[in-house]
């Protein structure tokens, strides 16, 4: 069975810092990796997918990899601000009909 | 604009008295999820629906059922809501023709149970 793990669970960084990440995964036979962003008491926003044969993804400050044969995805967010306060999941589609496998996340803070 | 739509956003009901939440999407999307979330947990998959077939997790409890009367609309029933179905739930879809296509989130229904 896939397990995902993402740790830290939590982390708090100074504005301006580069955030990293990290996203673990068992199984490497996925269709693809996908980031999200989840603000309090809202559902999931997707940041970034990762299709299993790329190795990285970029959209704006974010920029995200993945080694499939390591079981591991990183998630770099340049130049933080305080707005970038959410908690990050990572799933990793599992099947061909569609079924993802969620990590519990990390909360991030950063502070002004 | 909103593309997959939950309702209501906040939902208060009591102790093993029935609720149903809604989903709706515009995406058009051939597959349609229900997830619990609890506090600080990864999402937990309850249901899914590709096109008309229904599957339900092993571990989804009997008191959860779906119903999707046609490819726009996911409903999420409770028959006997307790304490510890109180929660977060997540509708969500995709389309699955093809590894790059991203799953779709609703902002959710934040469920609470007196």
């Known amino acids: 069975k896939q397990e995902v793990t993402q740790i830290p669970a939590a982390l708090s960084v100074p504005e301006g810092e580069n955030l990293v990440l990290n996203c673990s995964f068992t199984?490497?036979?996925?269709?693809?990796l996908q980031w999200f962003r989840q603000d309090p008491g809202k559902g999931l926003t997707s940041l970034l997918l990762i299709q299993s044969s790329q190795r990285e993804q970029t959209s704006g400050r974010l920029n995200a990899s993945l080694d499939k044969s390591s079981g591991r995805s990183t998630l770099y967010i340049a130049a933080s601000q305080p707005g970038d306060s959410a908690t990050y999941l990572c799933?990793?589609?599992?099947?061909?009909?569609?079924?993802?496998?969620f990590g519990a996340g990390t909360q991030v803070v950063v502070t002004p | 604009d909103a593309m997959v739509i939950q309702n209501p956003r906040y939902q208060v009901t009591q102790f093993g008295k029935p609720v149903t939440l809604s989903c709706s999407q515009t995406?058009?999307?051939?597959?349609m999820y229900w997830y619990q979330q609890k506090s600080s947990q990864a999402p937990k998959l309850l249901f899914h629906?590709?096109?008309?077939?229904?599957?339900n997790e092993a571990d989804t409890p009997d008191n959860f059922q779906s119903r999707r009367p046609n490819t726009s609309f996911c409903f999420l029933d409770i028959r006997s809501p307790g304490l510890g179905d109180a929660a977060m739930y997540l509708c969500?879809?995709?389309?699955?023709?093809?590894?790059?296509?991203?799953?779709?989130f609703g902002d959710g229904t934040r469920l609470s149970i007196l």
């Open positions: 629906y590709y096109d008309k077939d229904f599957n």
């Open positions: 799933a990793v589609r599992t099947d061909s009909w569609g079924k993802f496998q």
């Open positions: 995406l058009n999307h051939n597959v």
């Open positions: 969500a879809t995709v389309e699955t023709g093809g590894s790059n296509q991203p799953q779709h």
């Open positions: 199984d490497s036979a996925i269709y693809n």
